[in-house]
């Protein structure tokens, strides 16, 4: 790689963040709008996202939900039905006020998530046991009036899929819950690479109008976490505010049951904070909208291009494959395609020709591998899985050296004071505790994992009796 187009890229260990965006411009994922907070996903960083949102899309249908669509404005009155949903988000909602130049009788809310009009729908739809479960989804757009932005982790407009669902019964709502949650955990690990802490929020980081949620949370490579997708459980309190009811199977009228549960674009910089390198991008092959690139060699020499398209052919069926053909030099095609993370390089030219050949070069781990003409289909689905599998190998080692344990509050911000990371900690269950952690270290619970270790009896922070191992971290 040239020094010059090394210097397109800050270092990661220098300046992270500028790291970040560096990488998100340079190959070519966004680029900013004139509305403060707002990103233009490019075609290349959209292609990523079909990706995900297909094969999310089929898990969700697999497991019995529907696509719907909800408007895009909620009226004030509706919005205030459920008291502690509009307070968790009245700092960040958008408001219309005026209809070209006519001020609205009542202001319209930008959704910031659409539990509210779900609601007010299955109020209309749902009236006997018969009609339960229901099990929609919907893909759709967001607005959330973020203070401090950043590309893909948090923006004022992002795209997600919500899901929304209603039940008989208390039970059925919580095994919906923690199944969708499988679903994300699922697509984390086997499509991204990216390796998950499965559990369930604090009181006070749930969602607002939840009765509890449950998360996945993963670490990035500079050592803070990310929320990757959460579940909610929200029991019967939307169904009393909006009046959702039902007579069931002995003819009584009963509340339903509620879960919302959503996945978002920031995973798309999840992927590129846990993968990324001081080249750029480096893409797991299963979501990687071009899996291998043909960098035709001396493709000034009789015959060179045409083999080059002959290999893209025989392989189009089999992988996503694109091929170079431009005038530009092997040297800046090898750069350009490292940055944007392509995942398997194929070299070939004339003397590969010669020795019926070609050169493989993985962009993980930048190994070169000669494989013969004839070999080149099962060598590449073997090398693509490889690739895979060893990019999550990785993510799993980096976040089990980048966890502690921390038995005290003095050695828990002794250990971040040293590097960001992973801590796990006893609690007592107390919000103070919570709160003071906060205050003195900065990390923020991420979550009770489902999977507990029983480190201590004592809280790392009052040393009062212990009820959960949780994990902490400074968070994005």
């Known amino acids: 790689m040239s020094k010059n187009f090394v210097e397109k890229i800050t270092n ?124 929609y989804n919907q893909w759709a757009n967001v607005v959330r009036w973020e203070k401090t932005t950043r590309p893909f982790l948090r923006t004022l407009e992002f795209l997600w899929q919500e899901g929304h669902t209603c039940h008989e019964t208390e039970e059925e709502a919580i095994n919906e819950t923690k199944k969708m949650l499988g679903v994300y955990s699922t697509l984390c690990e086997e499509l991204l690479a990216i390796p998950v802490i499965k559990g369930k929020k604090t009181n006070k980081e749930k969602f607002a109008g939840a009765k509890f949620t449950y998360t996945v949370e993963s670490l990035m490579h500079d050592g803070k976490a990310l929320q990757a997708a959460t579940s909610h459980f929200l029991g019967d309190g939307f169904a009393k505010s909006f009046g959702i009811s039902f007579l069931d199977r002995d003819g009584k009228l009963q509340n339903v049951q509620q879960t919302s549960w959503g996945f978002t674009t920031r995973i798309i910089g999840a992927m590129i904070m846990v993968h990324g390198d001081n080249r750029g991008l480096v893409l797991p092959p299963k979501v990687a909208p071009t899996q291998v690139m043909i960098v035709p060699i001396a493709q000034h020499k009789e015959g060179v291009i045409d083999h080059a398209y002959s290999i893209k052919e025989k392989l189009s069926d089999m992988v996503r494959i694109d091929i170079d053909a431009s005038e530009k030099q092997p040297g800046w095609k090898f750069n350009e395609y490292e940055m944007q993370g392509i995942p398997l390089r194929l070299e070939v030219g004339p003397r590969d020709i010669e020795k019926e050949q070609v050169v493989l070069v993985r962009r993980d781990s930048g190994e070169k591998i000669t494989v013969l003409i004839n070999e080149l289909e099962s060598k590449i689905q073997e090398i693509l899985s490889d690739i895979q599998n060893s990019m999550y190998a990785k993510a799993a080692k980096h976040l089990k050296s980048n966890t502690s344990i921390a038995s005290n509050l003095e050695e828990f911000k002794s250990i971040l004071h040293e590097e960001n990371r992973f801590i796990k900690a006893m609690w007592c269950g107390d919000v103070a505790c919570e709160d003071l952690i906060k205050e003195e270290s900065g990390a923020t619970s991420r979550c009770i994992p489902f999977q507990q270790d029983e480190l201590s009896d004592k809280c790392v922070c009052c040393n009062k009796e212990a009820k959960h191992m949780v994990y902490w971290a400074k968070a994005y």
């Not at 899309?57 to 509706?78: A, C, F, Q, R």
């Not at 959704?111 to 609601?119: D, G, K, Y």
Request: a negative charge; hydrophobic letters at 35%; glycine letters at 4%.
């Open 12 to 135: 990661m260990e220098v300046d992270f963040a500028q790291w970040y965006t560096d990488v998100v411009t340079k190959a070519k994922l966004v680029d900013y709008s004139s509305v403060r907070g707002s990103m233009v996903i490019r075609p290349y960083g959209y292609s990523i996202w079909e990706n995900i949102k297909d094969q999310l899309d089929k898990k969700i249908k697999e497991t019995g939900h529907e696509n719907v669509y909800m408007p895009l404005l909620i009226p004030e009155s509706l919005l205030q039905k459920e008291k502690d949903h509009i307070e968790g988000f009245a700092p960040e909602v958008a408001w219309v006020t005026h209809g070209g130049e006519e001020e609205l009788q009542e202001r319209l809310c930008i959704r910031p998530t659409s539990e509210v009009l779900f609601a007010e729908h299955y109020k209309n739809i749902i009236h006997s046991y018969r009609d339960l479960p229901k099990l």
